[in-house]
């Protein structure tokens, strides 16, 4: 990886592919947005609406995409590149430095019996390690975060502030856990009886597979019998609620505010937009996207690259015809309120009786 420092222009441009155009012995130091890029910054085009900043910017060089390459205002050097998002990921290890891993313990952190922490890891302050809890090398265990009993760590991982492991946990290589996030609870099953809601045993364990990432206060259960599994490379956004016995594949992204209840089967590559709720028992096939406020209801499925949207959830195009036919009716229901009251105001006047 390239440390952050000096860059020439042209050097910029073989890191990321693109085609220079301009000064390429241009010395560049920072990556910045269009208002805040100074003759040293590199900074980026991101779409149509913000040429007129992109015109007015101090910026040495930009990153553009082949639209807006023969733009003829803005900064003279440019480095064209067909996905601008590739190319700002790869960049940003050029300008922004790494944050220094940290090592060691920190005296007020508590570590149980038994519990093995790898080489080079760090346990930050308040934070608790359970017993016979195991813990991969570089792991990073932040402030007041809990690794309950039992639970595995793999290398490379990182638990935010006051993140949870229930005991059951097992981590893959390369997790995070942002702040607040709270994995492997018991899940909200109960039995109804006489004497009110008993709770259901909840067995089972819950298993975050390699380079899965959890936002901050999101909660997976633990699964009853069975584990609740995060499939590798998956990352889901704050505020997620995933019950137990859940099965998500691989490389899924969940957005903000989802709801899913147990027992789902989500497949490889699905996207789940914000506040979208998945009923118990549902499943949902490879490749799918499910649209923003979407309700998926149990047991009924998804087929595999379907998008859908609505509530319920139906392919998206119909949803979109539903929606603007609906709102095709708002005038006609004017002119039909108008239709009754004038039907019944010629109703009462031929009541009247005549003097």
Same mark, same amino acid.
């Given at each position: ?7 020439? %222009? ?7 592919? #693109?085609?220079?155009?301009? $000064? @390429? ?10 208002? +805040?890029? #100074? ?19 101090? %910026? ?25 998002? =590739? ?15 940290? !090592?060691?313990? $920190?005296?007020? %952190? +508590? ?20 017993? +016979? ?40 290589? +390369?997790?995070?856990? !942002?702040? #607040? ?5 018991? #899940? ?22 390699? $380079?899965? =990432? ?18 590798? @490379?998956?990352k889901i956004d704050n505020l997620v609620q995933i019950g137990h016995n859940v099965r998500m594949g691989a490389r899924c992204l969940v957005m903000a505010t989802t709801g899913i209840a147990g027992s789902v089967q989500i497949g490889d590559d699905v996207v789940i937009a914000g506040g979208v709720g998945i009923a118990d028992r549902a499943v949902v096939g490879d490749g799918a996207v499910l649209s923003a406020k979407s309700v998926i209801f149990g047991p009924g499925a998804i087929a595999a690259g379907a998008l859908v949207g609505g509530y319920p959830a139906r392919p998206h195009r119909e949803f979109l015809r539903a929606q603007a036919a609906l709102y095709t009716l708002a005038p006609l229901a =004017? $002119? ?5 009251? =004038?039907?019944?105001?010629? %109703? ?6 005549? @003097?």
């Amino acid at each position: 990886m390239a440390r952050p420092g000096r860059h020439t %222009a042209r050097a910029v441009a073989e890191l990321v592919g #693109g085609q220079l155009q301009g $000064d @390429g012995d241009l010395i560049l130091q920072d990556l910045a947005p269009l208002h +805040r890029a #100074g003759p040293d910054a590199l900074t980026f085009l991101a779409a149509p609406q913000y040429l007129a900043a992109f015109r007015a910017t101090r %910026a040495g060089a930009a990153l553009v995409t082949p639209l807006h390459a023969a733009e003829p205002e803005g900064p003279r050097t440019r480095i064209v590149v067909t996905d601008l998002a =590739e190319a700002l990921s790869r960049v940003a290890e050029l300008f922004v430095p790494s944050p220094t891993r940290p !090592k060691g313990t $920190d005296p007020a %952190a +508590r570590i149980g019996a038994q519990a093995e922490i790898g080489p080079d890891s760090f346990i930050g302050p308040c934070a608790i390690i359970g017993e +016979r809890a195991r813990l991969g090398a570089r792991v990073v265990v932040e402030a007041g975060a809990w690794i309950g009993h039992g639970v595995v760590v793999g290398d490379d991982c990182h638990i935010g502030p006051n993140a949870v492991c229930y005991p059951g946990a097992r981590l893959g290589r +390369r997790v995070t856990l !942002k702040a #607040g996030a709270v994995v492997g609870g018991a #899940g909200f099953g109960y039995l109804k009886s006489r004497d009110g809601h008993r709770r259901l045993p909840h067995l089972g364990g819950c298993v975050l597979e390699d $380079d899965v =990432e959890i936002g901050s206060a999101t909660c997976i259960d633990r699964g009853t019998f069975d584990d609740t599994v995060i499939g590798p @490379g998956t990352k889901i956004d704050n505020l997620v609620q995933i019950g137990h016995n859940v099965r998500m594949g691989a490389r899924c992204l969940v957005m903000a505010t989802t709801g899913i209840a147990g027992s789902v089967q989500i497949g490889d590559d699905v996207v789940i937009a914000g506040g979208v709720g998945i009923a118990d028992r549902a499943v949902v096939g490879d490749g799918a996207v499910l649209s923003a406020k979407s309700v998926i209801f149990g047991p009924g499925a998804i087929a595999a690259g379907a998008l859908v949207g609505g509530y319920p959830a139906r392919p998206h195009r119909e949803f979109l015809r539903a929606q603007a036919a609906l709102y095709t009716l708002a005038p006609l229901a =004017e $002119d039909i309120t108008v239709m009754v009251a =004038e039907h019944q105001r010629g %109703a009462q006047a031929q009541r009247k009786p005549r @003097g």
